[in-house]
């Protein structure tokens, strides 16, 4: 993946930098015939490639239509975040102390300073358990305490991950929080028992956290039987959260993982920090406690520090894997350099500022501006054309300190695991780098659009969306995509 994104990075060296693109001609559907036939067929197509350095467009479909996005809103989210954090930004997380350490007991309260790290993992957390180990740590007097200050509580505003406050069978509608780990989820594994017709073994990671009681279970069948599971999680009146196993694994099946949301994120950092903790031979005499107030600086004593990922290898991962956690939370890190704390419907509305001002910068300022909900692109509300995506691919390709790093986050379809990426053409899996887009309630979405390089060694970008309605909500997936890939493919071929 790497390798892939240092090479687009070098690649720029040989790029010029654009000229202002006219306004688009409607003769241009000619160059996209199947998103066109679409298009005429009634399912709404927003389209649009356009060569970044003569500002010529190569094929175009009613492009300022705005559709829902999807997850391509996550371009925004990147350009927002490389522009007032900075490619090499790193969040910090601490472990600090509010008494003095006597001969291995700490007279006091040991407190999870978070930084609002998106990418903070379990394996940090136990990696800064460890160096509290080197300390002679081995007793606390007093609470552990998470302090959930960064954003405070963050209100649930989006429908996907307000229904999972009650139950969910997935892994990206999880709650937000500053203070969360491991993207706001758990993870069980399920492990094949040693002979058929016993039930499978599962674990809840990292082990010994508590707060996640079984129920059901998962049976164990002959080696060369489909396996086939569902892991459930829902949370009761008292904030438990449930797991809820069925199905089969077969004897002869590595085990499988998978990951559910869960909707304390802050409360279960807690309770996992408090379990590596205990297996790390430190006692807690206190509680494990939550507060969304920062405590008083006086008298805090740092004990450790972890760095995150740099913000350009964070974006790579979002990107990679449409990871909705980091993109809210990173639209939420923009509106608090800018504005302080704000919801997160406004907070996405701020990302839309440096479009906002190239615009303005360029004399086309439009008449109305897009609307983005959420930079994950979870809420259906939020409303993009192609020309708005292009006009930010064109903006972000111009910032000469900025580009190498914003392209760089994207994914190359050779070198991608997303199934929406892979189509078997070199001069698709080798000339692209692109974000996907994918919805199905309440109607089909399909989008794509990033970067791709011309015959020349130019630049062109791209943006492609297409929505279902509410009359016909199904998009069917094949065809949509076969369209998108064979119309790309063949302007590829040309260009």
């Not at 929080?177 to 016993?198: N, W």
């Not at 520090?305 to 939420?332: K, P, V």
């Amino acid at each position: 993946m790497r390798s892939a994104s240092v090479a687009w990075i070098l690649a720029l060296c040989l790029t010029a930098l654009p000229k202002v693109a006219p306004a688009q001609s409607a003769t241009w559907s000619d160059h996209f015939p199947r998103l066109a036939a679409l298009a005429a067929s009634g399912v709404p197509v927003s389209a649009l490639v356009e060569d970044l350095d003569s500002g010529r467009p190569l094929a175009a479909v009613d492009a300022a239509q705005r559709l829902i996005p999807a997850s391509v809103s996550k371009l925004f989210v990147a350009r927002a975040a490389l522009q007032y954090l900075g490619a090499d930004h790193r969040f910090v997380t601490r472990l600090v102390a509010t008494g003095e350490l006597e001969k291995g007991q700490l007279r006091g309260d040991l407190i999870f300073s978070s930084g609002g790290d998106p990418s903070l993992s379990s394996k940090d957390l136990r990696a800064m358990v460890a160096e509290l180990s080197a300390l002679g740590i081995t007793g606390i007097a007093g609470d552990l305490v998470v302090e959930d200050a960064v954003f405070g509580a963050i209100a649930c505003e989006i429908k996907d991950r307000c229904d999972a406050h009650e139950e969910s069978a997935h892994a990206f509608d999880g709650a937000l929080s500053g203070a969360g780990i491991d993207y706001g989820t758990v993870e069980v594994v399920v492990h094949p028992a040693r002979r058929a017709g016993q039930p499978a073994r599962v674990v809840v990671m990292p082990p010994g956290v508590a707060g996640f009681p079984l129920h059901g279970r998962i049976e164990t069948v002959a080696a060369g039987e489909p396996t086939r599971l569902g892991v459930t999680r829902s949370t009761d009146s008292e904030g438990l959260h449930h797991l809820h196993l069925s199905g089969r694994i077969a004897l002869d099946h590595r085990p499988v993982r998978r990951s559910r949301s869960i909707v304390h994120p802050a409360r279960h950092t807690a309770q996992v920090l408090y379990a590596l903790l205990i297996q790390a031979g430190i006692t807690v005499e206190g509680e494990a406690r939550v507060t969304h107030k920062a405590a008083a600086t006086e008298a805090r004593q740092e004990l450790t520090r972890h760095y995150g990922e740099s913000l350009a290898t964070q974006l790579h991962s979002m990107m990679q894997f449409s990871n909705n956690y980091m993109a809210d939370l990173l639209t939420l890190h923009v509106a608090r350099l800018r504005t302080d704390r704000a919801p997160l419907s406004e907070a996405a509305d701020l990302l839309l500022t440096p479009l906002t001002r190239a615009r303005e910068s360029s004399g086309d300022a439009a008449a109305d501006t897009p609307i983005l909900n959420s930079g994950s692109g979870l809420s259906v509300d939020s409303r993009l054309s192609a020309r708005d995506l292009v006009d930010l691919l064109r903006s972000s390709y111009q910032a000469a300190a900025l580009f190498p790093a914003f392209v760089g986050t994207l994914p190359v379809p050779l070198y991608s695991r997303n199934g929406q990426l892979k189509f078997d053409d070199g001069n698709w899996q080798t000339r692209l780098a692109a974000k996907t887009g994918w919805l199905s309630e309440p109607v089909g979405v399909r989008a794509l659009a990033g970067y791709l390089r011309l015959r020349d060694g130019g630049w062109a970008a791209f943006a492609i969306l297409v929505n279902g309605t509410p009359e016909s909500p199904h998009l069917a997936r094949q065809s949509t995509l076969s369209a998108i890939h064979a119309d790309m493919r063949d302007l590829l071929a040309r260009h």
